[in-house]
């Protein structure tokens, strides 16, 4: 009896362990299920070494241990899980050279960490069109290896602002049934790219499985023009840049043209400039007019420092012609 009451204890462990890393829960509501659940920006970053070190902003559920959280990607040498289980270690090469690009200081992110006896500590963490897992073999809650990404779960769990998905955390944390983006159609480089095609998902806590039949429901309108536009002055430097991101998803007309231009010429930050520009040169000839604009930010005295700014415009500019 022991014999056998031992083997369905180990089962059933196995089974737990499958549903967290070894195969990520199905929903989004069934993630939030982690021990903590933690918005954070990013403080500083190393991409010659591929650490990305995130500072708390609040949390969302729990009381995470630290205020700063260290993650480190690596194609060569992130170590096997020692411990009980079957975790998966496959770095992903697209994905890590996206979180490395992706990495500014200020950015948002969301991070999901489960402390997993007798398994170890293990998370998921959503940036902007990424999911990427994460283990802490030492078990500090201070330094996480980046172990593999999924582009599945952007369908099943959220493709949108990483603050769009802070905020339905809170609202299925309160019990509450929430509409999120999911990417429909595309794959992660065209959610990146803005071209892929976004539905909403349903997702609450008592919605424990991924059922698209169930739970696909028609998104929301885009925001009309000039409420984008008017967050292109937000004193926020990460909503300048959602709109600039949202403003890209739109047909190109002269306002939004005339309006990405100008951000390419006077905005404080050079990321947000950079950003504006990609925007500018992926329109095309058809956004010529802005021509002006972006040569008058390459006289910019502010960006003088900024030869990888300069770059980029001067890329945008050739596009343009």
Known sequence: FMVRALGLLVCLLATSAEAYITAPVQTLGKLCESTYITLVQVEKFNREKGVIIYRKVRD??????RDRIRHAFDLQNTPQHKGLGDVPVRPDAKDWKHAMDWAEVGKTAVLFSLKYDPYGDFGHTYIDGCWYATMCPQRDWDFWWA????PALLTRWHCGKPT???????????????VVPSLAGGTRDDLRAGKG??????????????????????IGPPREIPAVIKDLDHADRQVRLEAVAELARHPATKETVTALGQVVSRDSSGTVRMRAADALGKIGPDAKTARPALEAALKDPAMAQRPEVLARIREALDRLK
């Open 60 to 65: 969302l559920k729990g009381q995470y241990p």
């Open 197 to 218: 095609r976004i539905q909403g998902l349903k997702v609450g806590l008592q919605l424990a499985d991924f059922n698209l039949d169930r739970d696909r429901v028609a």
């Open 147 to 150: 172990i593999y990404a999924d």
């Open 164 to 178: 769009e998905l802070a905020t339905a955390v809170e609202e299925i944390l309160a019990g509450k049934t929430v």
